[in-house]
């Protein structure tokens, strides 16, 4: 398999009260930018996406930490800004890519974390700015970190009524909606405009760790089946909720051809996120 890798799904914050912590420690990472950048280097990972990890409290870690940490990784790692469901932080979030417009490759909207649909008229203004300027949204889909998640917004299908009201809109369902995978393969199948990353799809071991990763692989090789390739799907980690090790494993275990393996390592992001 080609080792030419993008990570299009990363966090990092390097404080302590950021609520990923727990993942880093549970597979043994220190959760710095030093770590990372060493880790990226040892995998053949060329560039990635940065994304806000949720805080305490329940809100993300500010875009111009994110920004800020970017400049500092030698042009490995790109900005995605994160937006919160009010008028107001919609406007911040889409001034801020303005200023930044050089950096910034996609924005974010933290679907289950917020307790907004992805429907709402409150992000009206970020989806015209972000089909004017060739800009993908990330929508959080599936399971939550914390367990006070909100899955009816997060499901999947809470996406098809803005991908059919949004056809100029690219849109990436993060990691692949899980547990609904089905799903997704359907939206991404369906639209155009719809892609899906498999990040965070595992973390830790555990009695049924060897046996989940086979049931993902089938799922996701199920997926490149219905939609009659892998063009829609792209690599990413959720760094530190899943090890590179782990996640290009993943890669490993599908049954797809190796031209589609080398689609989801890096193609698919370079095209999508002009990397």
């Known amino acids: 398999m080609l080792q030419r890798v993008i990570d299009a799904h990363i966090h ?19 959760y710095t930018l030093d770590e990372l950048l060493r880790s990226m280097r040892k995998h053949k990972v060329e560039r990635g996406l940065l994304l806000s990890p949720p805080l305490h409290g329940g809100g993300p870690l500010p875009n111009e930490d994110i920004v800020r940490m970017c400049r500092k990784s030698d042009g490995k790692l790109a900005p995605v800004v994160t937006v919160e469901p009010t008028a107001g932080e919609v406007d911040a979030a889409v001034k801020f890519a303005e200023e930044n417009r050089k950096e910034v490759k996609a924005f974010k909207v933290r679907l289950g974390y917020v307790k907004t649909s992805a429907k709402s008229p409150v992000f009206d203004a970020l989806y015209d700015y972000a089909e004017a ?8 889909t599936g399971d939550t970190a914390l367990s006070t998640g909100d899955l009816v917004h997060s499901h999947p299908l809470e996406l098809d009524a803005v991908a059919n009201a949004r056809e100029e809109l690219t849109m990436v369902l993060c990691h692949f909606g899980n547990p609904w995978f089905e799903d997704v393969a359907e939206l991404v199948y369906k639209h155009p405009n719809v892609y899906a990353d498999i990040s965070g799809l595992t973390t830790g071991g555990g009695a049924y760790a060897e046996r989940y990763a086979e049931w ?12 009659g ?6 690599f990413g980690t959720d760094y530190p909720v ?12 599908l049954e797809v051809d190796e031209s589609d393996k080398e689609m989801i390592l890096w193609r698919n992001a370079e095209r999508v996120f002009g990397l």
């Open 12 to 30: 990092l914050s390097e404080r302590p009260d950021d609520d990923l912590n727990r993942f880093a420690k549970m597979n043994n990472l220190r």
């Open 133 to 140: 300027e060739g800009l993908p949204v990330l929508f959080h």
């Open 216 to 227: 993902l692989a089938k799922k996701i090789s199920a997926a490149v089946y219905f939609a």
């Open 229 to 234: 390739g892998a063009e829609k799907i792209i």
């Open 242 to 253: 899943t090890t590179y090790p782990e996640a290009l494993a993943l890669v490993r275990r």
